[in-house]
């Protein structure tokens, strides 16, 4: 049912472009600042603090001072390597759209595949997850924030002039992205005993793109009445998410 899931939100994109024709950049900016403030919630009130939840009692003394470090600096090499990521996909992510200028686009899409399939390496299982709720709410993030790539990917495809069927070829290879991560995560040891390590890399990810996405600011430094809209709309369904899951 997860990997139906995950794949769901792909095959809205591909409907929200080729039915709705909503690919335009306008549409995927609004899309990601809902999708942003989406993930910055999810991620402050329930990813974050759970991340740290009873993981000092499973150490003592330095032994936890140590640990809580290094999921520090996972999430800080989380972060980082979004950033790296963003100068092959060049921030696809975050809702943009550059022109190609004829270049082929193997570049963007080896970022955004990386991506999603980092992203899923966290999910796991639920029975080896360290936290089942934190493994759900991870899932309905990755769900939510990989619609608007989606839409993005499709787009730029279709402006560099590839054919319908072509842009869908590619648009399946990244959909089988976080399934993949999925499945080896939840069927290697070695990455099911480290769900906790592979959690803070992706809220560093999340981070990036919360920030980058919310920080952005439009013409003389405003954010426009829809973004904002789309923001207070995201904020208030992140909020619901936890408080309901």
Same mark, same amino acid.
């Given at each position: 049912?997860?990997?139906?899931?995950?794949?769901?939100?792909? &095959?809205?994109?591909?409907?929200?472009?080729?039915?709705?024709?909503?690919?335009?950049?306008?549409? $995927?900016?609004?899309?990601?600042?809902?999708?942003?403030?989406?993930?910055?919630?999810?991620?402050?009130?329930?990813?974050?603090?759970?991340?740290?939840?009873?993981?000092?009692?499973?150490?003592?003394?330095?032994?936890?001072?140590?640990?809580?470090?290094?999921?520090? !600096?996972?999430?800080?090499? +989380?972060?980082?390597?979004q950033l790296a990521l963003d100068f092959i996909s060049m +921030?696809?992510?975050?809702? @943009?759209?550059?022109?190609?200028?004829?270049?082929?686009?193997?570049? $963007?899409?080896?970022?955004?595949?990386?991506?999603?399939? $980092?992203? &899923?390496?966290?999910?796991?299982?639920?029975?080896?997850?360290?936290?089942?709720?934190?493994?759900?709410?991870?899932?309905?993030?990755?769900?939510?924030?990989?619609?608007?790539?989606?839409?993005?990917?499709?787009?730029?495809?279709?402006?560099? +002039?590839?054919?319908?069927?072509?842009?869908?070829? !590619?648009?399946?290879?990244?959909?089988?992205?976080?399934?993949?991560?999925?499945?080896?995560?939840?069927?290697?040891?070695?990455?099911?005993?480290?769900?906790?390590?592979?959690?803070?890399?992706?809220?560093?990810?999340?981070? @990036?793109?919360?920030?980058?996405?919310?920080?952005?600011?439009?013409?003389? @430094?405003?954010?426009?009445?829809?973004?904002?809209?789309?923001?207070? !709309?995201?904020?208030?369904? +992140?909020?619901? &998410?936890?408080?309901?899951?």
């Open positions: 049912m997860d990997y139906l899931i995950l794949l769901s939100s792909i &095959a809205f994109g591909a409907v929200t472009v080729f039915a709705f024709k909503l690919h335009e950049p306008r549409h $995927v900016k609004l899309f990601n600042s809902f999708t942003g403030a989406f993930l910055l919630s999810l991620t402050l009130l329930h990813l974050l603090p759970e991340l740290y939840h009873d993981h000092g009692h499973q150490h003592s003394g330095e032994d936890m001072e140590r640990q809580a470090l290094m999921l520090g !600096v996972l999430m800080l090499a +989380g972060f980082f390597v +921030g696809i992510e975050h809702g @943009h759209s550059h022109p190609l200028h004829g270049h082929a686009p193997y570049g $963007v899409v080896a970022g955004l595949c990386i991506h999603a399939f $980092v992203e &899923a390496l966290a999910l796991g299982n639920a029975e080896t997850s360290y936290d089942p709720r934190s493994r759900h709410l991870l899932l309905l993030s990755i769900v939510v924030h990989n619609y608007p790539v989606s839409i993005a990917l499709v787009g730029m495809l279709l402006h560099w +002039g590839m054919s319908k069927r072509r842009a869908l070829a !590619v648009l399946a290879l990244f959909a089988a992205m976080a399934p993949i991560g999925m499945f080896l995560s939840g069927h290697f040891v070695w990455l099911a005993e480290h769900s906790r390590e592979l959690m803070a890399i992706v809220i560093g990810i999340f981070m @990036h793109i919360a920030t980058t996405i919310l920080f952005e600011s439009g013409e003389a @430094h405003r954010i426009h009445a829809g973004k904002l809209i789309a923001i207070i !709309v995201g904020t208030a369904l +992140g909020v619901g &998410a936890v408080l309901l899951h």
